[in-house]
């Protein structure tokens, strides 16, 4: 079983800075990518930032030059820096985890419960 816990979500005005965690845990054989993705109320789900165990990384251009993810392999964690905020950042944040699990062939795709973030004008 694998868990992915977020945290670091809340309600920041415009300009302001939030950092995201994502802890993945259980029996994980080894994680090819985590990333960020978010959804506000009434679109869908788009992808935020992705970066792969030797430090890939990917944005979405509405985030580029602003947010920042990176990760700690020891403990499998994930972060997104999230700096000058818009309110158009405003949704829920979801982490995702591309991993290999023991006792299990293939790769799979692991999704946390997501965290709020609320970017006021």
């Known amino acids: 079983q694998v868990q992915l816990v977020e945290s670091g979500g809340g309600l920041v005005q415009a300009g302001g800075s939030l950092r995201l965690s994502c802890a993945a845990s259980?029996?994980?054989?080894?994680?090819?990518?985590m990333g960020w993705y978010r959804q506000a109320p009434g679109k869908q789900r788009e992808l935020v930032a992705t970066?792969?165990?030797?430090?890939?990384?990917n944005y979405a251009d509405s985030v580029k030059g602003r947010f920042t993810i990176s990760r700690n392999n020891a403990n499998n964690t994930v972060y997104l820096q999230m700096n000058s905020l818009k309110p158009e950042d405003t949704g829920a944040y979801y982490c995702n985890a591309k991993l290999r699990r023991y006792y299990a062939s293939g790769l799979s795709d692991t999704w946390g419960q997501g965290t709020q973030v609320t970017v006021s004008s």
């Open positions: 259980g029996t994980i054989f080894s994680i090819n990518v």
């Open positions: 970066i792969t165990s030797i430090g890939s990384t």
